[in-house]
């Protein structure tokens, strides 16, 4: 215990508190409603016109029922109120604990960043295959001018028009090695820190380069089909591929954002059975009162703040 953090103690103390006091009213508190109920459901049929004593007997009893269920009511309203804010501030310094403490937490956290340079790199892929697509129309629409039917050779504007496709195929598909880089580098960070999560998608690896000097060496009729069944896979891939991975991508955010939560939700367990040989019930009812003051106290100091910063308006 004397290496937790006090701050971080005595907000885990509250929360048990807060805890262990809605488990003490809400049992009273349903009882009691059922209770209010019956009162409510024997009211004489003739109170109006009942003598003054039964009928101050059966206020007085319906007046005490409703207190009893308010003051609980009010309790459990208590305790709604500040669980949420509590809960919020253990959170932060749970995190806070484990960014500090805990190197496996800040290596999954650097592993789940680099979804940044991932998206990075598909959106610089998206540019190269658009790029790649549009080079491949100039190529083919070159092709036909200049062609040599007899001996089946291109023109030069041709052969230039294949170089420039090549590079350009050339080019998505280092885009292609350095978007999975990242895919394989975090996945081998989560898995040596622990983590059992899906790493980002990979992209499929072509051999956009190496169709296109295949076309180059086929006659021109053989040549325009090649040219339609790569533009269609290149023009799909740009339409439809690469939003899929991006929606992927997000999928996979998300996931190790659990796991990653789940992580600091753990040690919050683990927080919590510190700290439970420490909880008396004797102290819940104090405790719970502070609990609000304190958060009330914060409330307003907040709220106060943020006006002494406001302009003050000139007299």
């Known amino acids: 215990m004397s290496q937790l953090d006090p701050k971080l103690k005595d907000l885990l103390v509250r929360e048990a508190h807060l805890k262990l006091s809605r488990e003490q009213l809400r049992p009273v508190w349903v009882e009691k409603e059922a209770e209010l109920r019956a009162v409510q459901t024997s009211k004489p049929t003739f109170l109006p016109i009942m003598g003054r004593r039964s009928k101050e007997a059966y206020l007085a009893r319906l007046a005490a ?35 500090n403490q805990c190197e496996e937490y ?12 991932w998206v990075r790199c598909l959106d610089r892929f998206a540019t190269k295959i658009y790029e790649f697509t549009r080079s491949l129309g100039n190529v083919r629409n070159i092709a036909c001018s200049g062609y040599a039917r007899d001996t089946k050779v291109y ?14 195929a050339q080019k998505v598909e280092e885009e292609i090695k350095f978007a999975n880089r ?92 510190e700290v439970a040989p420490e909880i008396f019930s004797g102290d819940t009812e104090k ?29």
């Open 65 to 99: 029922a409703q207190e009893t269920v308010t003051i609980l009511r009010n309790g459990l309203d208590v305790i709604e109120r500040c669980e949420p804010h509590i809960k919020k501030m253990i959170e932060e310094e749970i995190e806070n604990v484990l960014r």
């Open 106 to 117: 800040v290596q999954a956290l650097a592993a789940r960043r680099q979804k940044e340079d």
């Open 155 to 168: 023109s030069q504007g041709a052969v230039q028009g294949f170089m420039l496709a090549i590079t350009a």
């Open 182 to 273: 990242i895919s394989t580098e975090q996945a081998r960070l989560l898995n040596e820190n622990g983590f059992d999560t899906r790493p980002l998608p990979r992209l499929q690896e072509t051999a956009y380069a190496v169709w296109v000097s295949k076309i180059s060496s086929l006659a021109l009729a053989e040549a325009q089909v090649q040219f339609d069944l790569l533009i269609e896979q290149t023009k799909k891939l740009y339409e439809t591929g690469i939003p899929e991975l991006r929606a992927q991508a997000d999928n996979v955010d998300v996931m190790q954002g659990n796991e990653i939560h789940n992580f600091l939700l753990a040690a919050w367990e683990q927080f919590r059975a």
């Open 287 to 315: 405790n719970v009162a502070e609990t609000e003051r304190m958060l009330v106290s914060a409330a307003r100091n907040s709220v106060l703040g943020r006006l002494e910063k406001l302009p003050q308006a000139e007299g």
